[in-house]
């Protein structure tokens, strides 16, 4: 396991380079993201461990972060003061673009994989936002009239893209339909619902799953099932929804944080396999149980009646010492190394297959 410590400012975001395996960014806060300034990272894996290649400070808090799928060197971040910034890493200093419509902080942004010629942002105030990295002004503005914590495109398509909000919905959004009135949202799914299998099959058992409706804060699309889509949150769980089957609840979900859970991302190796990280102080490794075999009829293994369609958890890192915020998969190399980084001012590089269990 490789180390680097963020003086000074917590991490709230890292994402390795889509274009060189060594190479990770990681966008911080100092003061925990409550005041004060942000810091951008730009940071080499070596034979002598993790060196600073770069970094970048910016006014306000950063949240989070994204690469461009087309240049190598650049890079949007989401700023607490509403502003998304795009910096090039061969200069110094300053961005060489900034924007500035969001009226909250912009918790959010992701690059479009397939056209790879737009990003989308998500904020406090209740948007979503597409735009171009050569255009000043948004392309596209989509309300959700919630706090917006996470939104991302299709990476199977150029023109869906999704968001989770504190209403506790899904939200998936087609570009090609008309924008009439409803902006075009095609889609709206409510997350606390319980699996309609479960309501079936067993039908004297209170449906633990179908809980309060509490914040979604994070959620990411499988990289091999153009239909699957992964949320989590405030309520602790990791839920996976097939977008064709919007109404049947919940194809699989997997309890075992402590604590609200940060981030999720879908291995880009393994149709089944996701990492998560939590207010638990931990990362934790999934299976969602649809290379094994399982269907619906895994309701409540084992002593946890929450569980649903035979995922289950393979492994845990546990060696942060604070909030655990961000967590993101290496693309290159041996399947299974990633990076993380949380409160405890450390991005720690490490093996998911060191902690899988058999």
């Known amino acids: 396991?490789?180390?680097?410590?963020?003086?000074?400012?917590?991490?709230?975001?890292?994402?390795?380079?889509?274009?060189?395996?060594?190479?990770?960014?990681v966008a911080s806060s100092a003061n925990f993201g409550l005041v004060g300034n942000g810091r951008l990272f730009i940071l080499g894996l070596t034979p002598k461990g993790i060196v600073a290649e770069k970094w970048f400070d910016t006014q306000d808090s950063l949240y989070d972060l994204s690469w461009s799928e087309v240049h190598e060197n650049q890079l949007v971040v989401a700023a607490g003061d509403g502003s998304i910034k795009l910096f090039d890493i061969a200069l110094?200093?300053?961005?060489?673009?900034?924007?500035?419509e969001h009226k909250r902080e912009v918790f959010a942004v992701h690059w479009n994989l397939v056209a790879k010629?737009?990003?989308?942002?998500?904020?406090?105030?209740?948007?979503?936002?597409?735009?171009?990295?050569?255009?000043?002004?948004?392309?596209?503005?989509?309300?959700?009239?919630?706090?917006t914590y996470s939104a991302s495109f299709s990476p199977h398509s150029p023109s869906i893209l999704s968001s989770v909000s504190?209403?506790?919905?899904?939200?998936?959004?087609?570009?090609?339909?008309?924008?009439?009135?409803?902006?075009?949202l095609t889609l709206s799914i409510p997350l606390h619902t319980p699996p309609q299998q479960q309501q079936q099959t067993r039908p004297g058992l209170l449906p633990q799953s179908g809980i309060a409706p509490s914040e979604a804060l994070t959620h990411d699309w499988n990289k091999y099932r153009d239909t699957i889509v992964a949320t989590a949150g405030v309520?602790?769980?990791?839920?996976?929804?097939?977008?064709r089957a919007p109404n049947q609840g919940p194809v699989a979900i997997l309890p075992g944080h402590d604590?609200?859970?940060?981030?999720?991302?879908?291995?880009?190796?393994?149709?089944?396999?996701?990492?998560?990280?939590?207010?638990?102080?931990?990362?934790r490794v999934w299976t969602d149980g649809s290379a094994m075999g399982h269907g619906t009829e895994g309701v409540g293994q084992g002593s946890d009646q929450l569980a649903f369609g035979g995922g289950k958890e393979m492994g845990r890192m546990a060696r942060h010492t604070e909030f655990v915020i961000g967590v993101d998969w290496c693309l290159f190399g041996a399947e299974g190394w990633c990076a993380s980084c949380g409160w405890d001012e450390r991005l720690l590089v490490w093996d998911v297959r060191a902690i899988m269990g058999p």
């Not at 396991?1 to 960014?25: C, H, W």
């Not at 309520?235 to 977008?243: C, N």
């Not at 604590?259 to 990362?283: E, F, G, K, N, Q």
Request: some cysteine.
């Open 1 to 25: 396991m490789l180390e680097y410590r963020t003086q000074g400012f917590n991490g709230y975001a890292v994402k390795y380079s889509p274009f060189f395996d060594s190479r990770i960014a």
């Open 235 to 243: 309520d602790r769980l990791i839920r996976t929804f097939d977008i």
């Open 92 to 100: 110094d200093e300053f961005p060489i673009q900034s924007w500035q």
């Open 166 to 184: 504190s209403d506790s919905q899904l939200r998936i959004y087609d570009l090609r339909t008309p924008s009439s009135a409803s902006n075009h």
């Open 117 to 147: 010629d737009t990003f989308c942002s998500s904020s406090w105030d209740g948007t979503i936002k597409v735009w171009s990295p050569h255009r000043t002004d948004s392309l596209l503005t989509l309300p959700t009239h919630s706090c």
């Open 259 to 283: 604590y609200a859970i940060r981030r999720i991302t879908w291995s880009p190796h393994l149709p089944d396999v996701l990492l998560s990280a939590s207010y638990d102080m931990t990362c």
